[in-house]
Every structure is written in C-alpha cells, then in structure tokens.
C-alpha cells in the first residue's frame, strides 16, 4: 500500500490537469458577487477563495471532502478498542481525499512519532514564558520558533522548482502536526502544573493518545474524546478567520510555521476559536448564579435574558455560516449522552440548549440562534478533569493545524498565486453608487 507521500504523487497531476483545464476553458465564468453590504459586512458569502480540504452547508454542517462527521466516525480507522477516528486518518482524508486502510494510518502515526521532538530553544523559550501569558499566545511565540527547520525555506533558497514547492510545505507540514502536540503540552505543563513532560513519545502509541500522554492524562475515555475533538475540529471550509489567515500569508509563500502561526493569532480571538474558553466559563457563571441546583426553564431564560440585556452575546450560538444546530455540536452532546449523561454541567448545556434558539430568535438579532462547535467542548473536557479553561483554545489550535495546513499543501500543489483582492474607499464606494 502507497504512503500518503507516495499517494498524493499518484493524485496530484490529474487534480493539477483539471484545474489548469478549468482555468483556460471557464476563466471567464462568474461564480459570485459582492454587494456595498458584503464589502462592509465581511465578505459574507462571497465566492473568491478555493479550498479543497472541506465545505460548509448553512443547513448541513461541515463534509470533510464529502463525508459528514457521522460518515468519518464510520468510515475512519479507530484506535484499537476505540470508537472515534484517529485524527492521522482525517488528515489523510483532507490531504488525499480519500480515507485510508488501518495500516496506512498506522504507518502515518509512526511517521509523525518519528517527527516529534523540539529543539532545545523552543522548550527553553515555552519554560521562561510567564504563567500569565495566555497559552494562546504562548502557542503562536512557539510554533514561529519552531520556523528555524523549516524545509520549505532550505528547498526554495536552494532554488527549487514552483512545481516541487509542494514536496517541502508537505514535510514542514507533517513536521509541525507532529511537534505540536509537545509544543502544547509543554504549555499546559508549564503553565499550570509546575512540571517537566514525563511521557515519551511512544511509537505504537497514536498521535491524540501521546498528547493526552504528556499533558499526564492516562483514560481511555478521556482518549477517545480527544480522538473525536481532534477529529472534528481541523476544518471548517476556507473562509474562517483561521483558515483564512494561514491561506492568505501561506500565499506569500511563508512556509508552514508562519502561515500556522499567523492562523492561531486569528483562532485566539474571542469571536473565533476562544469561543470555548469564553463557553465554560459563562456557563459555569451561570450554574453558581441559579445556586448549583437544577432550575426551571424559565428561571434559566431570565438569568440568560440578563446577559443579552446588558449587551453581552451568548457565547457558542451563532455562526457566520450555519444556520442550523452545527454537527459537531450534536457529536459531542451525543459523545456526553454516551459516557457522562448525569454530569450536572452537562445536564445544564443541554437545558441550555433547550432555551437559548427561542431567546435568540426573540431577541431578533442573531441569524442562527442554534449552538456551534464551542457550545459543547469545555464541558466535556472539564469532566476529565481539564479544567483550565483560557487553554481549550490551545487544544482545537492543534486539531485546526491539520485542516489549514493540509489545505496549504494544495494551495502549493495548484501554485495558487499571492492573494491580493482590490479594496475601495468610502468615497469610492459613495461615487460608484451616485453614478448610476
Ligand atoms: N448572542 C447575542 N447576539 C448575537 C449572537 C449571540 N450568540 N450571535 C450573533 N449575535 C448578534 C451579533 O452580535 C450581531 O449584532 P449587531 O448587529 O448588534 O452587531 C447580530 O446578531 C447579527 O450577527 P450575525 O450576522 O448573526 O452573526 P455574525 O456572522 O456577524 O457573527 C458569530 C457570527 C459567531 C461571531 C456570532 O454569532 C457570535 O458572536 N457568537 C458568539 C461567539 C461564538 O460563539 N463564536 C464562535 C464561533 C465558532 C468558532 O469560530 O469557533
């Protein structure tokens, strides 16, 4: 059986000859607009950006290269005894498009075993960062550090073909995913725990279990939900902030180290993937507030209604895109209905979904009054006993490397140029529209 280096050499030049076709034969076709209201209102909408790896559905959620989050729990190679999917198996799918054999995925976490390991400037550098420095923060300091081996810099200063840049992003790619997982647990460590990693990175170990290893986790059902988290979390089409921003500066051919790294800085905005941290810490508000005991709806509504009264939004409802109960939201309500259906937190997450669509709606303002992804995580995560909340974001950051990082690897591929779209002024905006 092919590795995925080997794989992906298989694949490429039909994708490269389809693309190229679709270029010279259709270049002219329009695929979308931008309205005044979209080039103030963030770009909502707009078709202008390629992205291979997956694709959002207002209604239906997020597909990994056509498979629905219930189809990768199916579909995807599961650890031995486990019933999640090994995130290598969805980074193969993202890269390859296809979802590959137990072994392929065995090769490929041995692979990434092989890969760990920081130099010794990035772990003295995570040690000295002070405690108050939000992991986050810590995270992207760390992968930019990480820079110094990049083989896509080495290859392009020796004066590799545009054709091959795609090779070097690859291996700089595999590398970070691989480094990453110590990278955080590091942080974890040395930010709330006083300590050194303990773990070795095992071989015959998976690549979720060795990080939940080092960050000095040992459940199996702790495990299996790091499986489905990592899983669920590395893509969400081309357009979110993350995504975005690591396409955008990857498109200046920085490599993978500044590309992700400009990604996290992105993903640690409270509207985007701080969502999370922001989540567990309301709801917990919210639980000490109606006094640790089981309330009714409407006394739930009241204390809600107060938030959104004082200006505040609800954090993990709403969503840029969706408009419906977002998929990941429901695999993990359904991962907490499995193996914790009597955790007081859960028990309020799920009354609170109950309650929070009917305010939203009323409340008038919001386009989707159904939870996204960071509605449910902390409160599966506190349940095992990670409580630190301002470091959950560091945690769908790993998972997120393998989406943007795999779609950087095609954006190589297809020798996508650097993106510069046209902006216009105010005053040009305002002539436009009085000249017709
Ligand atoms: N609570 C209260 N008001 C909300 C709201 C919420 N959960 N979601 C949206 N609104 C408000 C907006 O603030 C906006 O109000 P103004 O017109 O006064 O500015 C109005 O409704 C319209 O917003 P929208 O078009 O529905 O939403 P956007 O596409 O602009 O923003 C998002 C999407 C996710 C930033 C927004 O819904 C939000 O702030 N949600 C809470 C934060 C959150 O959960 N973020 C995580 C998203 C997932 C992720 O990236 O990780």
């Not at 909408?45 to 629905?68: C, M, Q, Y």
């Not at 509504?301 to 895109?321: C, K, M, Q, T």
Request: aromatic fraction near 8%; hydrophobic fraction near 35%.
């Amino acid at each position: 059986e092919p590795t995925l280096k080997e794989r992906l050499i298989q694949i490429i030049p039909a994708k490269q000859e389809q693309v190229k076709q679709l270029k010279t034969e259709h270049g002219d076709k329009i695929i979308g607009t931008c309205t005044v209201a979209q080039a103030y209102g963030g770009m909502r909408s707009v078709k202008s950006l390629v992205t291979e790896t997956s694709s959002l559905d207002p209604e239906e959620g997020i597909r990994f290269r056509g498979l629905t989050i219930p189809e990768c729990q199916e579909r995807l190679p599961k650890a031995p005894g486990g019933a999640e999917p090994l995130p290598e198996g969805i980074l193969w799918l993202l890269l390859t498009g296809e979802v590959p054999s137990e072994s392929q995925v065995k090769t490929l976490s041995k692979d990434l075993a092989k890969r760990a390991g920081l130099p010794k400037h990035v772990t003295s550098m995570i040690k000295a960062f002070p405690k108050e420095m939000h992991p986050m923060s810590q995270l992207a300091a760390a992968i930019l550090a990480l820079q110094s081996g990049s083989k896509f810099v080495e290859a392009y200063n020796s004066g590799v073909k545009k054709d091959k840049y795609w090779e070097s992003t690859l291996e700089d790619s595999l590398d970070v995913i691989a480094k990453l997982p110590e990278v955080a647990a590091l942080i974890y460590q040395n930010t709330y725990k006083n300590g050194d990693i303990t773990h070795k990175i095992d071989e015959n170990l998976d690549w979720s279990a060795n990080f939940t290893r080092m960050m000095g986790y040992s459940s199996k059902e702790f495990d299996e939900l790091m499986r489905l988290y990592l899983t669920i979390h590395t893509d969400h089409e081309g357009g979110n902030v993350s995504a975005h921003t690591t396409h955008l500066v990857g498109s200046a051919l920085s490599d993978s180290y500044l590309s992700l790294s400009a990604g996290m800085c992105g993903l640690a905005g409270p509207l985007h993937g701080l969502a999370n941290q922001e989540v567990l810490s309301w709801t917990m508000n919210l639980q000490e507030k109606l006094g640790n005991k089981q309330v009714s709806n409407e006394v739930l509504s009241d204390a809600i209604w107060e938030g959104l009264n004082a200006g505040r939004v609800v954090p993990g409802f709403g969503h840029a895109v969706l408009r419906k109960t977002d998929p990941r939201y429901t695999c993990q309500r359904e991962f907490a209905l499995k193996h914790l259906p009597n955790d007081p937190l859960f028990k309020l997450v799920s009354q609170i979904y109950d309650v929070v669509p009917d305010i939203l709606t009323k409340h008038g303002k919001t386009k989707n009054p159904f939870p996204n992804v960071d509605a449910h995580s902390g409160c599966l995560l506190q349940y095992y006993g990670l409580k630190e909340h301002n470091f959950y974001t560091v945690l769908f950051g790993v998972s997120r490397a393998i989406g943007v990082l795999s779609s950087l690897v095609w954006d190589r591929v297809l020798g996508h140029p650097i993106e510069r779209p046209k902006s216009v002024t105010t005053e040009w905006i305002s002539s436009f529209v009085n000249s017709d």
